[in-house]
Nanobody, 116 residues
Framework: VQLVESGGGLVQPGGSLRLSCAASELTFNNYNMRWYRQAPGKERELVAGINRFGSNTNYADSVKGRFTISRDNVKNTVFLQMNNLKPEDTAVYFC??????????WGQGTQVTVSS
């Protein structure tokens, strides 16, 4: 199983990025998907989640109204659209998959840096 994130980078405050996580070697629509992030010196935190159908989403309070999680079950990909980025959004962002049977997988992470 592989989860491969992409789309990270350096962006100015107020800017936008779209992260992607492409999944392979798993039945994608059996998995709920989440994005986590970890800033230097801090614990990993949940950013957003989406159920396997794409019908239900949830967000950390710190990103509500700015970030949107979505998925494409044909392309086996989950996305995180991040708008109005702030310096405190700087972190490594990780993709996470978990099934009903508690099978779970992590991606390798992608760096997002928000700085002027």
């Amino acid at each position: 199983v592989q989860l491969v994130e992409s789309g990270g980078g350096l962006v100015q405050p107020g800017g936008s990025l779209r992260l992607s996580c492409a999944a392979s070697e798993l039945t994608f629509n059996n998995y709920n998907m989440r994005w986590y992030r970890q800033a230097p010196g801090k614990e990993r935190e949940l950013v957003a989640g989406i159920n396997r159908f794409g019908s239900n989403t949830n967000y950390a309070d710190s990103v509500k109204g700015r970030f949107t999680i979505s998925r494409d079950n044909v392309k086996n990909t989950v996305f995180l659209q991040m708008n109005n980025l702030k310096p405190e959004d700087t972190a490594v962002y990780f993709c996470y998959a978990v099934s009903f049977w508690a099978h779970e997988y992590w991606g390798q992470g992608t760096q997002v840096t928000v700085s002027s």
